[in-house]
């Protein structure tokens, strides 16, 4: 598919947002006064510019206030549900912590719940798509939880919280990749049950649908080089996950979590473009893609 700018905006900053303020309300950070204000501002922000972000990809931003309103059968519902469940949830107990140095643990263990409720739902949006069977797996999940959690305790200053869980990422990261390059094969999909007509016999494109490129191509349909895709994979997995443990190994320093924060959210942004860019969806079946 193709990689819409604003869906990686929106799912690495909102996954860092939320990942942040679960920690947050969860109380491995428990930060007062002005410090709070520092770090349920950094959480709030990141996670509004990511909806933001996620708001424009829609064709009429305008309407984004009915996506509120299908949460019974869409993900992509529940998601905005869950995001404005989890920050009105989350403002009493961030209010009373920066202004009354009194947090309130109940409200920040249900506003941590909601936010990986809001991560997981994120990225429920694509693993229930059958039509891409690389995102139609078990393993697309954990990628998500734990790069927002891996990221949150990066920006909570949670050191080894977060070397443990950028461990992990690396894991969940090669475990997708291995998995999602024999989704497409395995998947039953091909021409005869793209158009329903392989009971008859085996199926072959004697012309394209059309001799132009459309929205559909161009949305649904992405080639990636291997040789461009094995690189992408090497930098998101060394900046997004392997480099910032190797920072987080060194004796603790301001400047080595900084430094192991902005590689984490360069490979972070590298795996989200690949991610979008390797989805083969069936719709190329009918191109003979």
Known sequence: MHPA???????????????????????????????????????YGLAGIGLIAAAFHLGHPERALLAFTQWRSSWLSREAVLSAATLAVMAPHAAASAFWDTPLPVLGWIGGALSL???????????????????????TPPVFLLAALAGGA??????????????????????HWVAGDRRFATSGSDAGTATGLGKIGKVRLLEPPHSGRNYLLREMVHVVGRKHAHKLRLIALGLGALAPALLLMLPASYFAAILALALHMAGMLAQRWLFFAEAEHVLGLYYGR
Do not use: C, D, E, N
């Open 154 to 175: 990066l920006l909570a200053a949670k050191l080894t919280v977060a070397l443990w869980l950028m461990l992990a990422l690396s894991v969940a990261m090669v475990a």
């Open 5 to 43: 700018p604003s869906l990686i905006v929106f799912t690495t900053l909102s996954g860092l947002g939320f990942g942040l303020l679960a920690w947050l309300g969860f109380g491995l950070k428990a930060p007062t006064g002005f410090a709070a204000i520092v770090f349920f501002g950094l959480g």
């Open 117 to 139: 409720a809001t991560i997981l739902a994120t990225a429920m949006i694509y693993a229930q798509i059958r039509a891409v069977p690389r995102w139609h797996h078990w393993s």
